[in-house]
């Protein structure tokens, strides 16, 4: 099916569990995307665009239009990572303010961006990080803000009306920023689910978490079971799950008031900052021409959606977003069998021979012809004495018998009928796959 969801959305659906789900979604503002085409392809910085497009054979001369613009190539991150800084920087060096660069963790390489002046020509319009709470100072322990946004969140903060205070914290030392949120009486959290759960225990030394008003949460998948927790802990703390991109430094995807009440993890574009949106069999594409140092044009984020059919109660023209996964790291496709941290983390929640635990998912190849894939199942564990060989044993059955995998099987009938070899269990101080964000699922594969 097409049609059109608001203005300048075109969409296609399926309708799955008898709700109708958006898998295909185009949004296009055309003035400002055709505004992104002629600064990327005119460009007398850069010929990143020009070369790319001419080679895939578009005639950069055609007349402008949404049909055009959407056949065009689309952009993968390894194509930016792959051409020198200097030769995709499409501004003169004094226009540059600040380099953002992503984790890693997906390609295990970051993608350094240069960045041009975002937040002036939009400040005030689009982006409340107090999520329209009366909460005034905010406390930042999420390493991307910490790390290389700290600039453009605190002109947010402080072009609001009133204004806000950010106050940076240490990630890395959380009693330090818990002592830093109670002496400066803190009142919101900005912070990724894992560190929001970590922090909560040193908080209550210095500051009483009742007194948050706002969580805001960016970098992670939120699953149902931490937002179940953190909904705890902070218990008058309205939690503000939102898409943020290292790639455009700043939130792109956040709920409205309707969506925070309901605790769902949606979101709603952030119009102003999009030139055009799209779902691609799932999959975010993004046009995000704010930033004239580097425009990103039809991106593949490689993070997956599915938009609601029916509009918002909160009036806004841009459908309901729902978060599924990101790939390689939210979901992971293992001898024919779908992975998704959703399940794991259930999982780890509800194992009863174990406290609640981190834990790290490996997946090997096997050892000799006859096996089949081996899964690693890393659980940090502090104590001075490790479990036995009977508990590792026991812990491994509960996990298979727990553990349910697509159509409803586990891990347990999965093992039986030879798909893997029986689950391992390793109880470590460190992970042994280390990363800026949190990594759960981990391939020692071939591709």
């Known amino acids: 099916a097409s049609g059109f969801f608001g203005r300048g959305y075109n969409r296609a659906v399926f309708i799955e569990n008898g709700h109708a789900i958006i898998i295909f979604m185009k949004f296009i503002d055309e003035k400002r ?3 992104a085409f002629r600064h990327a392809t005119e460009n007398t910085f850069s010929d990143f665009y020009r070369k790319k497009y001419e080679k895939a054979g578009v ?5 402008f239009s949404p049909d ?4 065009l190539p689309m952009l993968t991150r390894q194509e930016v990572i792959d051409t020198p800084l200097a030769k995709r920087t499409f501004v003169p060096p004094e226009k540059v303010v600040l380099f953002s660069y992503t984790s890693g963790t997906t390609t295990n390489m970051p993608l350094v961006i240069p960045m041009s002046d975002i937040v002036t020509p939009y400040i005030g319009s689009y982006f409340d990080p107090s999520f329209g709470t009366d909460a005034q100072k905010i406390l930042v322990v999420c390493p991307p803000i910490n790390k290389r946004l700290h600039w453009v969140f ?3 903060c402080r072009h609001l009306s009133p204004p806000k205070t950010a106050v940076f914290g240490d990630y890395q030392n959380l009693t330090n920023s818990a002592f830093l949120a109670g002496i400066t009486e803190c009142d919101g959290i900005y912070a990724t689910p894992t560190i929001a759960m970590l922090l909560l225990p040193q908080l209550k030394r210095f500051r009483d978490p009742q007194k948050i008003k706002i969580l805001g949460l960016v970098g992670e998948v939120l699953t149902k079971s931490q937002r179940e927790l953190l909904a705890i802990g902070y218990p008058n703390a309205k939690i503000a799950n939102h898409y943020g991109s290292s790639e455009a430094a700043q939130p792109i995807l956040v709920p409205c008031k309707n969506i925070i009440e309901e605790g769902k993890n949606e979101f709603h574009l952030l119009e102003p900052l999009i030139a055009a949106a799209e779902l691609v069999d799932g999959e975010l594409v993004l046009t995000y021409a704010a930033n004239e140092a580097m425009p990103l044009i039809r991106y593949r984020t490689g993070d997956y959606f599915t938009a609601s059919e029916k509009p918002c109660a909160c009036g806004a023209k841009t459908p309901r977003l729902a978060w599924a996964y990101r790939d390689l790291v939210d979901r992971m496709r293992v001898g024919g069998v779908d ?4 399940e794991t983390d259930r999982l780890f929640s509800s194992l009863l021979s174990i406290p609640p635990s981190e834990y790290q998912i490996h997946f090997y190849p096997p050892k000799t012809a006859e096996q089949k894939i081996r899964i690693v199942v890393e659980i940090k564990h502090s104590r001075e004495h490790t479990p036995d ?3 590792h044993e026991h812990i491994a059955r509960e996990i298979e018998d727990k553990w349910i995998l697509a159509a409803g099987a586990s891990m347990k009938d999965a093992v039986a009928k030879k798909l893997f070899e029986p689950v391992e269990i390793s109880f470590v101080k460190e992970f042994s796959a280390v990363s800026v964000k949190k ?4 391939s020692h594969l071939e591709e």
Not at 339 to 342: G, I, P, S, T
Not at 439 to 442: A, D, E, Q, T
């Open 33 to 35: 995307a055709e505004a």
């Open 59 to 63: 005639q950069l001369n055609a007349p």
């Open 68 to 71: 055009f613009f959407f056949s």
């Open 154 to 156: 605190t002109e947010q």
């Open 339 to 342: 992975f998704r941290v959703e």
């Open 389 to 391: 060989k009977i508990a």
């Open 439 to 442: 990594k759960r699922l981990v």
